[in-house]
């Protein structure tokens, strides 16, 4: 199994810990349950954030000095060797290794590797060279997202916060006037019927340009985004907004004569800085009108203009008025145009009119037409008429470089891609994640999503460190795409440092390691002779490679943050499908959520980073590790707190305190186990069981819950049960050390250095990490004597609330259980409601028996109250309790007088109704049923 290797351009934090902790987890789980388990480590230098890291501090950025001084607390002196990019990364390297061999992550460092081995490159070089002869690198024309300054493709790893581009296209409708256009940026050009105005930003800067050989006014901000989208764009000169507003212009498809508006919600570096109005349906446009007809109140000229403005109806939507959008404004009751919630209005009715809008009389030819469908028309209208172009814009804008520039859309000419997009590839991706554990399972859709989605994607940058590619030696291969298959890496970096006399001549010169030595020790292609024979590599080493290849390949289980699903971990899944046999095809992926600290997202400006190894340092490595992962399951956010910290270390001190009082001495118990023991047992094999089935689909938190905590109150409930006497024939000892040998080993793989420190302390030789998970046991398995004891306890809590309640110090208690009439009769009921038949059947039933007929009334009453009980109870309580059956609740209870005497400090009878010298002053006998005694308290 593996886990994501970090990118060693700053120290780890606690959020980091949690991923390697629950891989280390999985790991250790699964040696214990007797896999021979490698979980190797390597790290990643590949691409900008290194550089963009260590430029900032050449450049003396405030921000990041005082992050790596005041919090991860490096010694200013130190801060001057990480201003080169390749001793930051040698330097943190060193500092996240540290870190996770003080956590105790189980990791074989023999495999260690950086992305910018020299052999690491000759393999990445490999994987490039295999995809390309499969066809799967293209070389093409695509959009991507763009840093003007680096000049170089950028995605999810070079930009600041780690932000995802995303592209997406809108329109460009164009208005005229005297052969000069006003392309207007839209994603809904079917609206154009019901244009009253245009707006421009009154405080904006525009300019006429020549693009394509038109004419065309535009915000400045869009004529580099023009420019980088392959327009032929020369500015002619500065506009001011004064020069356009209360002009008009003419409208493109209505041929209508339509003003232009003053908006200063309009922003520049939006589309084109010039927007369609469409008052009717655009909730903005209707707020907006109707403030600035309030603003030129009695202003001559442009009042009456604005006066003559009014709203055009063209979408007929049902259940709304002529004007949706004013319809919205009600319903969000929007006061200005500033009103955020004019969003969640806008998103609304855009959402309705598409899916569920019809054009109205007055759209010409598109009259009657579905929105949706009028939309591609009008489209396909506008482009024959050359009226409309399109425009690619960053829908998450702004998405920032590392470099602190901002970013564009360009569109790439002769650039590499992997062509995600190839049919076949895909139809080989979805077969490899078919048949993998995706967990949490409702990650699934994503992964299906994202394999579906994906196309080609920008393989290469100008800038970064890396691996250059092959045939292009003008551009590095990019981060995300030089790992997703170094997982196999680690096979042949365990050679490559073992067998260094052998392979040093290749790091030297590592065009002398052909292609043909990946190809025979990954995919089993050639003959040892002759790879033997072409690289000077013994034989032995070769086929030492391919075997132990093809002993831990495929990988079972991958680890990484959900964060990272729609892109790293759906590559990992494409590669694998495409260079690997199916058999080496991945087995199963683990993406967890994030740790929030005290509930919040975790932020320099917060001050509430925690780096690892401090937190290492101040609560120990396993209260770490438990605090990630304890409250939160794999999907959700878990949360990391000081006081949760504390607390688990206060609960392994409490169990390394119990071990110390159990000592090293075995004692080995004499006497037939009581029910109590059987019991505890029992339960014991129950944690089990429950344990068991939870790492097995790596529900971390719940398996700490059950094995930190909730064994305890079993084991509080047996000791208080058995009471401070202690005859030489008790088990007691006995079963308390099976109980913390059996919790020692569940505890090993979760906090393993405390399990090891109980371990030997009960004196056990050898290391607890050495042994075998903990079985359950069937025939340990008590479920009757389990069910008993929770009744014992029921009826104690019962109890205790009476005493509460009435304020009375007892001086005798008497507990009453059912006659066995009335199980009886409890029973048929159960029986009755498991078969869903008629309550009269029932009561029939009940008093055809002779013996119950003539208790009379009573037995009619109790009748009618049990199968009332019965129907309302649970399936699953009926169930147990019909197999159950006749509890003979009498012996239980007969059976736990001492107990309850002890706990209550008085005499205690027990009594079941009907017995022949009962004493029941109160008569209280009567009330009795079966799993509720009566109970009599003087
Ligand atoms: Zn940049």
Redesign the pocket.
């Known amino acids: 199994m593996t886990a994501a290797y970090p990118y060693p351009n700053s120290p780890q934090h606690i959020g980091h810990a949690r991923t390697y902790t629950i891989a280390d987890v999985n790991a250790r789980y699964h040696r214990m349950k007797g896999y021979n388990t490698l979980f190797p480590m390597g790290f990643h230098y590949t691409g900008?954030p290194l550089f963009?890291m260590s430029k900032r501090l050449r450049e003396g950025d405030p921000e990041i000095v005082e992050t790596f001084t005041k919090i991860y607390g490096i010694p200013s002196a130190t801060l001057e060797k990480l201003k080169d990019p390749k001793s930051m990364a040698s330097y943190f390297r060193e500092d996240i290794k540290r870190g996770m061999i003080e956590i105790g992550f189980s990791v074989d460092w023999r495999r260690e590797f950086t992305t910018i081995d020299p052999l690491y490159n000759r393999y990445i070089e490999w994987h490039f060279h295999t995809l390309n002869q499969k066809g799967l690198i293209t070389r093409g024309t695509h959009p991507v997202a763009w840093?003007?300054?680096?000049k170089?493709p950028?995605g999810v790893v070079?930009t600041m916060g780690d932000v995802e581009p995303d592209i997406g296209e809108s329109y460009l409708v164009k208005f005229e006037k005297d052969g000069v256009f006003y392309p207007t940026s839209t994603l809904r050009p079917e609206t154009v019927f019901g244009v009253t105005n245009l707006w421009v930003n009154p405080d904006a800067r525009y300019v006429k340009a020549n693009v394509d050989d038109e004419h065309w006014i535009v915000s400045g901000e869009a004529i580099e985004k023009l420019q980088h989208q392959n327009h032929k764009v020369a500015v002619e000169r500065e506009v001011q907004a004064s020069e356009l507003l209360w002009k008009t212009v003419q409208n493109p498809v209505t041929g209508n004569e339509v003003p232009v508006f003053p908006g200063s919600f309009v922003e520049p570096d939006n589309g084109t800085g010039v927007v369609m109005s469409v008052p009717g349906h655009a909730p903005y446009d209707y707020q907006a009108l109707t403030d600035l007809r309030q603003r030129y109140e009695g202003s001559a000229e442009a009042g009456q203009l604005l006066q003559a403005t009014t709203p055009i109806s063209i979408i007929r939507l049902e259940g709304f008025s002529e004007l949706p959008a004013a319809d919205l404004i009600q319903k969000f009751r929007i006061k200005d145009q500033k009103d955020r919630h004019l969003e969640h209005a806008t998103e609304e009715l855009y959402s309705k009119e598409f899916h569920d809008g019809i054009m109205k009389e007055n759209t010409g030819s598109y009259s009657g037409m579905p929105v949706a469908k009028a939309r591609e028309a009008i489209v396909e209208q506008l482009t024959r008429e050359g009226k409309i172009e399109t425009l690619l814009e960053l829908r998450n804008a702004p998405v920032v470089?590392?470099?602190?520039?901002k970013?564009l859309v360009h569109i790439l000419e002769n650039q590499w891609f992997i062509d995600y997009g190839d049919p076949e590839w895909k139809k080989l991706a979805h077969k490899c994640l078919d048949q993998m554990v995706i967990l949490p399972e409702e990650l699934r859709a994503e992964f299906n999503y994202t394999l579906d989605w994906l196309r080609e994607r920008a393989c290469a940058r100008t800038?970064g460190l890396g691996t250059k590619l092959p045939w292009d030696q003008n551009w590095t291969i990019e981060a995300l795409s030089d790992s997703v298959v170094y997982m196999a890496y680690y096979i042949l970096s365990k050679y490559f440092a073992k067998d260094w006399v052998v392979f040093k001549k290749f790091e030297k010169d590592t065009s002398r390691l052909p292609d043909t030595f990946f190809n025979f020790t990954l995919l089993g292609q050639g003959t040892v002779d002759v790879v033997a024979e072409q690289t000077g590599i013994p034989k032995r080493i070769l086929s030492g490679i391919r075997s132990e290849f093809q002993y831990f390949y495929p990988v079972d289980m991958r680890h990484s943050a959900r964060d990272l699903v729609s892109n790293h971990l759906s590559f990992y899944i494409f590669h694998h499908s495409s260079l690997f046999p199916e058999k080496q095809w991945p087995r199963g992926i683990v993406a967890n959520g994030f740790v929030l600290m005290e509930g919040a997202k975790m932020s320099k400006s917060l001050e509430n980073i925690i780096p690892l190894r401090q937190g290492i340092a101040k609560f120990g490595a396993d209260p770490v590790r438990l605090g990630v992962m304890a409250t939160a399951e794999l999907g959700q956010d878990t949360d990391f707190s000081e006081s949760l910290a504390v607390s688990i270390q206060e609960r392994l001190s409490t169990l390394i305190g119990q071990a110390r009082k159990l000592g090293t001495k075995k004692t080995v118990g004499k006497s037939k186990p009581s029910t109590l023991d059987r019991w505890m047992i029992s339960r014991l094999s129950s944690a089990v069981q429950t344990a068991t089935s939870a790492l097995d689909r790596l529900r971390v938190r719940e398996a700490i819950n059950i094995i930190l905590y909730q064994l305890d109150n079993d084991i509080a409930w047996y000791k208080r049960r058995l009471g401070p006497k202690k005859p030489k024939s008790d088990n007691r000892d006995r079963i308390l050390r099976k109980a913390l040998e059996t919790r020692t080993r569940m505890m090993a793989p979760l906090a393993p250095h405390t399990a090891e420190e109980i371990w030997n302390r009960i004196g056990n030789k050898g290391f607890v990490v050495q042994t075998d998970w903990p079985e359950e046991s069937e025939s340990e398995k008590d479920p009757a004597t389990e069910r008993a004891e929770t009744l014992v306890r029921q009826v104690l809590d019962d109890t205790s609330e009476i005493l509460k309640a009435t304020g009375i110090t007892p001086k005798h208690i008497a507990y009453y259980t059912a006659a066995d009439w009335k199980w009886q009769v409890y029973l048929k009921a159960l029986k009755s409601a498991e078969e869903k038949r008629k309550q009269g059947d029932f009561i029939k039933d009940v008093m055809g028996d002779l013996q119950l007929r003539s208790l009379g009334k009573i037995a009619a009453d109790y009748a009618a109250k049990a199968i009332r009980q019965a129907n309302q109870m649970p399936d699953e309580m009926r169930q147990s309790r019909l197999r159950d059956g006749l509890t003979a609740e009498k012996t239980i209870f007969v059976d736990s007088v001492d107990f309850y005497q002890r706990e209550f400090k008085c005499a205690v009878d027990v009594w079941q109704e009907g017995d022949m010298k009962i004493s029941d002053p109160k008569g209280r006998a009567r009330m009795s049923e079966p799993y509720r005694p009566a109970i009599y308290l003087e």
């Not at 840093?147 to 680096?150: E, Q, S, V």
């Open positions: 900008t963009a840093c003007p300054n680096d170089s950028v070079d470089c590392r470099c602190g520039t970013c800038v």
